[in-house]
């Protein structure tokens, strides 16, 4: 079983070459985004939540109006005509970090794009929250944006659930929700660096509270000084407007306070326990957020040292393989970045594929069962 130990043991393992396997790139040379592929609709989201009452809510969701927020999304589906019927075409739900958009899977759109259904809505971004004073980037509130945006659009099986970054949180509300009779069916679920923190330190909760407490200011109390903060700033920001420095503060400090990161592990618990196939990819030298972040999470997932492969740090080659046929499979990138998805897109992609032949097997099981 894997324990906080392992990491040392690793790390030494990295100096080691086990089996290699050369990092050739076949992924197509492609920067920009087909743009057949976006598509707008109106959603009337999170209106199960109104149906509480009020003061029975969290602060955050005391704010919905009934029947929902009417938000206007904007998203990716590269196969909208698809009958729901038709097994031979997987569907792919991918769900953003913050900040982010569905601009940043270019390469997997290039790849997966003409076989597959891939699906990746943009959630709102943080101006809506300031403009309306509602939706507030909680977990709670995105992972029921997804399922009444599926609902909307008529989709009630997902093969592959990914999501990155600080997305985890929202899908940790989606794998516990999916394949219930009011949601959609499930079948595996692609964490890509997913920054699951479980606890803060005593500054950096006191800091997410204060920017929290900024924001219901500034748009309960309609408190938003937009002339100033859309002044040009200084060079050395290269030209933003002050609002967009802030901004990215403001939200990312909303997503994380409005996680519910202090039963994030329970989440993953859960996780553990149904054993959804599951594909755990991340990097050691991510640069945003430290490794223990990604080892803490495996630690509730219960991995074990045969469900790692390694890859090592400079050419990128395999220096340990998964030996287990486990439910989950991580692969650990000893230089990739936060974005892994691009800056090791074939290998990335190879793993994905592999994870939606494991989601297919699992489905015919449980048919035939």
Not at 94 to 107: A, C, E, Q, R, V
Not at 315 to 336: G, M, P, Y
């Amino acid at each position: 079983m894997f324990s906080r130990s392992l990491f040392h043991r690793l790390h030494n393992h990295c100096t080691q070459s086990i089996c290699r396997v050369k990092y050739n790139s076949t992924v197509p040379s492609i920067t920009t985004l087909n743009e057949s592929f976006v598509r707008s609709t109106k959603v009337n989201v999170c209106g199960r939540f109104a149906n509480r009452f009020t003061f029975l809510r969290p602060w955050f969701l005391r704010y919905i109006p009934k029947g929902g927020h009417p938000i206007n999304i904007e998203y990716i589906d590269t196969m909208p005509n698809v009958p729901e019927d038709d097994d031979s075409i997987k569907t792919i739900l991918i769900l953003h970090g913050t900040p982010g958009s569905y601009y940043d899977y270019f390469k997997l759109l290039a790849t997966f794009g003409n076989s597959h259904r891939i699906i990746i809505p943009n959630f709102p971004n943080f101006s809506y929250t300031m403009e309306k004073g509602c939706f507030w980037h909680s977990a709670e509130e995105k992972s029921e944006f997804i399922a009444d945006f599926l609902r909307h659009i008529n989709v009630k099986t997902i093969d592959c659930l990914m999501a990155h970054s600080m997305a985890a949180y929202t899908a940790s509300y989606l794998w516990i929700y999916g394949n219930w009779a009011n949601y959609f069916r499930l079948g595996s679920i692609c964490l890509l660096n997913p920054v699951g923190l479980f606890k803060h330190r005593r500054k950096a909760r006191l800091r997410l509270s204060l920017l929290v407490n900024i924001c219901r200011l500034f748009a309960l109390q309609q408190w938003i000084p937009m002339k100033q903060l859309l002044l040009p700033s200084s060079p050395k920001f290269g030209g933003s407007t002050l609002y967009n420095n802030w901004e990215i503060s403001a939200w990312n400090a909303l997503t994380l306070k409005l996680s519910n990161f202090e039963n994030y592990h329970l989440r993953l618990s859960v996780l553990e326990h149904n054993k959804i196939p599951t594909l755990f990819i991340f990097s050691s030298n991510d640069r945003l957020y430290p490794s223990h972040v990604f080892y803490d999470q495996l630690f509730y997932l219960k991995v074990d040292y045969d469900d790692f492969d390694i890859y090592e740090q400079y050419e990128n080659e395999l220096i340990h393989a998964s030996t287990d046929q486990s439910w989950i499979k991580v692969v650990d990138f000893r230089s990739a970045g936060h974005h892994i998805f691009n800056t090791h897109p074939d290998i990335v992609h190879s793993y994905i594929a592999e994870l939606l032949d494991r989601s297919k097997v699992v489905e015919r099981l449980e048919a035939n069962g």
